[in-house]
């Protein structure tokens, strides 16, 4: 139990176009779901995070207009990066937590390579 | 503010042999505290957790934890290493529950000799 898949596992564009990533909860309903980014040999580095049915909340420092949540069900957020710029180029991994709230649980990832 | 502090960026250890990843946090209550196992390439997997109760916590592929308030610790160990255990271990702190943010720690990359 408590699967949370990422799609796409790796994504390549061209600078200036957005890019979604999906994040969704196989077997249970998240409640809230959060949005990390992390560089190469580095540690987590929380984003966002969102309730469903309700806006997300940003760390400081992140461009709510550059990168979009939406939280819309329960077992469902997506992530895009819009007008993406090379500096944009990471791994970003997503967790989900269910009504207890007790545990996160992560998703795979999404290398993201922006040319 | 809480904080987590994984002193250990690499350590090598030799297959077979015991292993002990240390953990420090800084929290002004009880503390969550979590371990994590990272493969190349991959999201987080849950080692084990400790919320309450046993301060002595067991999780999967062997692993376990001890929690010792006294010292704000949260050690990760492992008696016998497998060369599959090769991976980066984040240990990471959360408030009264996992729902709200998590604080990670640098992460320790554990390499395995044959």
């Known amino acids: 139990g408590a699967v949370v898949s990422q799609h796409p596992s790796w994504v390549i564009c061209k600078s200036g176009t957005s890019v979604k990533i999906e994040c969704r909860s196989l077997?249970?309903?998240?409640?809230?779901m959060f949005w990390y980014r992390q560089f190469p040999k580095q540690s987590l580095m929380l984003m966002a995070t969102s309730n469903e049915g309700s806006k997300a909340t940003y760390e400081q420092g992140v461009e709510k207009d550059k990168f979009l949540i939406n939280h819309a069900s329960l077992t469902l957020s997506t992530l895009t990066v819009t007008s993406a710029h090379p500096e944009d180029s990471s791994f970003y991994i997503c967790?989900?937590?269910?009504?207890?709230?007790?545990?996160?649980?992560f998703g795979p990832g999404t290398r993201l390579l922006v040319l | 503010a809480q904080s987590v502090t994984q002193p250990d960026i690499h350590i090598t250890v030799s297959e077979g042999a015991s292993l002990e990843l240390r953990c420090n946090y800084s929290y002004g209550a009880t503390p969550y505290l979590f371990w994590y196992v990272q493969s190349p390439g991959q999201g987080l997997q849950l080692l084990l957790k400790?919320?309450?109760?046993?301060?002595l916590v067991q999780g999967i592929k062997g692993f376990e934890a001890e929690f010792k308030r006294s010292q704000s610790s949260f050690n990760l160990r492992k008696p016998s290493v497998h060369w599959s255990d090769a991976a980066e271990y984040f240990c990471?702190?959360?408030?009264?529950?996992?729902?709200?943010?998590?604080?990670f720690g640098g992460g320790t990359r554990l390499m395995v000799k044959p």
């Open positions: 400790y919320f309450s109760g046993d301060t």
């Open positions: 990471a702190v959360g408030a009264s529950n996992a729902g709200n943010m998590l604080t």
């Open positions: 077997d249970f309903q998240a409640t809230t």
């Open positions: 967790s989900a937590s269910d009504v207890n709230q007790e545990t996160q649980y």
